[in-house]
Every structure is written in structure tokens, then in C-alpha cells.
């Protein structure tokens, strides 16, 4: 499933964009804080299609997007439920109307989608959620996809079953939870252990790991430690 070549514009029409500064505005007024509020429209099989997805319209390949998308289309289909709209808790934040909705259904929902975004930045549940899920979860599919042309297409959909079949049994709250003393994934500084006899590595990234810490460079530190250590 990808949006990459949706054959129509999916940017906000006049009519609902003019709507749009007018209910920001009342939101504003009536003293809600959010963040930058972005509206796409979409047909109803993207909007299930990105609703597959949990909302965010880049992901890794797994079938079990398909099954999810494959209910939400037949739930249209058949008359049983309907997506109104969707909002994602990023920043800028990313709402999606359903472009068969009437405009009074339009109207109602943008106004719904600013309490939304209100709640995402000033609700102490969420101050701890990363504010870039839109790029993370992109990151993750791309990381997924190398893996899969890396080991294989069906050792990446077996592991991934596994991760998955633990989904549910893992605490949602964890992720707000200080077990230990935090450390950046951007500190990059070097590790401190005076009496550790191995080669000093640095902290980096997989990709960048032989141009940070060549070997040449570990080989010479350790032949040069072990020099010192018989010379002691």
C-alpha cells in the first residue's frame, strides 16, 4: 500500500481552507494552543489505507497492514462504519477529512481536530511522545525494507511476526517510565572507562561504525597499550 501516486490533489480545496482559518481562529479564541494544523483530503480506500497504518502514511511492509485495511474497506463498503477523519500527534500535526463528506460533516470535524491537537501538545500523558513520529515511522519502514534486501524478504515477516505477537503484552505507560538516567542517542561522545585495556570506540551510529572506529586505528591503540603494558 503506498500514496506515492495518488492521482489527485489532496491539499485542502478553497472553500475548506477559507473554513479553516475561520475555526482556527474560534479555536484561538476560545484559548486553545496547538500545534501547526495540516488538513489533507482523501478518498475513502486511502483514508482505510492510511487508518491501516495506524494513521501515518509511510510504514514497513507487513501483511498485517493489508488485513487491517482489508476490514476498514469492507466496513465501507458494507455501510458499518466510516472515517470521519484522523489527527496524529506530531509536529506540525496531520489531520485527514474524507473528501465525500458533506461540508457541514467537514466543518465539524476540523473543529474536532484542533481540540485534538490541543490535547497532544498540553496533556501531561502525551509531553513525553516524540514530536517527529511522522519522520520516525518513516525511518523505521526504510530500516525494515534494507533488512528485508539484506536477509530476506520472509526472515524479516517471520521476525517480524514474532515482535508482533507480543504487541499487546507490552505496558503501554512503559515508554513513561524512568528505569535509568537518560542518555541522548545524539551523544556521541567517547566512552569513559580508564581501566578498560581495549581499544577506546566511540559511540556511532551502524552505518557510520568502520569510519568513526577503523580498524586499522583499534589495531594500532591495542598494539600500542599491549607495548606499554610489557614495558611496564
Not at 112 to 139: I, L, P, S, W
Not at 198 to 226: Q, V, W
Amino acid at each position: 500500500m503506498s500514496l506515492t501516486h495518488t492521482p489527485y490533489d489532496t491539499l485542502l480545496p478553497a472553500n475548506l481552507r477559507a473554513l479553516q482559518a475561520e475555526i482556527e481562529g474560534y479555536a484561538r479564541e476560545y484559548g486553545l494552543d496547538f500545534y501547526e494544523t495540516i488538513f489533507e483530503v482523501l478518498d475513502a480506500d486511502d483514508l482505510n489505507e492510511v487508518a491501516a497504518y495506524g494513521g501515518f502514511p509511510t510504514r514497513y511492509p507487513h501483511w498485517s497492514f493489508g488485513m487491517q485495511y482489508e476490514e476498514l474497506k469492507k466496513g465501507y463498503d458494507y455501510g458499518l462504519s466510516k472515517i470521519y477523519e484522523m489527527v496524529i500527534n506530531n509536529d506540525p500535526c496531520y489531520a485527514y477529512l474524507m473528501r465525500c463528506n458533506h461540508v457541514v460533516d467537514q466543518k465539524l470535524v476540523m473543529a474536532h481536530v484542533y481540540g485534538h491537537c490541543d490535547f497532544f501538545k498540553n496533556n501531561q500523558y502525551f509531553a513525553h511522545t516524540n514530536r517527529k513520529m511522522m519522520d520516525e515511522m518513516a525511518n523505521h519502514g526504510n530500516r525494515i525494507r534494507r533488512y528485508a534486501e539484506k536477509y530476506g524478504e520472509d526472515e524479516i515477516e517471520k521476525f517480524l511476526d514474532i515482535c508482533m505477537s507480543i504487541d499487546d503484552l507490552i505496558d503501554a505507560h512503559s515508554v513513561a517510565i524512568k528505569r535509568r538516567e537518560e542518555i541522548s542517542r545524539y551523544d556521541f561522545s567517547p566512552e569513559k572507562d580508564e581501566e578498560d585495556a581495549r581499544p577506546t570506540r566511540f559511540k556511532s551510529k551502524a552505518y557510520m561504525d568502520e569510519y568513526i572506529n577503523p580498524k586499522a586505528a583499534l589495531k594500532a591503540e591495542e598494539d600500542e597499550r599491549r607495548k606499554l603494558k610489557e614495558a611496564a
